[in-house]
């Protein structure tokens, strides 16, 4: 393999992507937009996950998964619709911790028009 002809791509840090990260701290907060890319193995561990997303107002989002987010986004693929609504706090069932709970829908964009005419987000959506 001659490795001076391979095109090599440079990771860019989160700090100078473009995004800016997404923190999960008002129960009832509700989120949506379209699901632009994800990054798996990431963190110290290489067990981690991160979501990009455009959020329905333009702004550029990221976030750390998580169980539950993991679990949840698993059947959404980049270039989905998404919203994500944070539950707040939920007791493990034998009560000793507690986690993030989320609920989380997907839908496929039919158009790329659809993107520019998104709703902004009503945090009083119910699922």
């Excluded at 959020?55 to 750390?64: C, G, I, R, S, Y």
């Excluded at 944070?86 to 911790?97: E, R, W």
Aim: charged content about 35%; proline content about 3%; some cysteine.
């Amino acid at each position: 393999m001659d490795w001076s002809k391979i095109k090599w791509e440079k990771e860019t840090p989160l700090s100078e992507s473009g995004y800016d990260e997404l923190v999960w701290d008002k129960p009832d907060t509700t989120i949506q937009g379209i699901f632009k890319d994800i990054k798996k193995e990431q963190g110290k561990r290489k067990n981690s996950t991160i979501y990009y997303v455009e959020l329905d107002t333009k702004e550029l989002k990221w976030f750390w998964g998580s169980t539950v987010l993991d679990d949840r986004f698993k059947n959404c693929i980049v270039g989905d619709l998404f919203q994500i609504k944070y539950l707040g706090l939920k007791p493990t069932k034998d009560g000793s911790v507690s986690y993030k709970n989320f609920e989380i829908a997907h839908a496929k964009l039919e158009t790329k028009s659809e993107a520019d005419n998104l709703p902004t987000v009503d945090n009083d959506m119910t699922f």
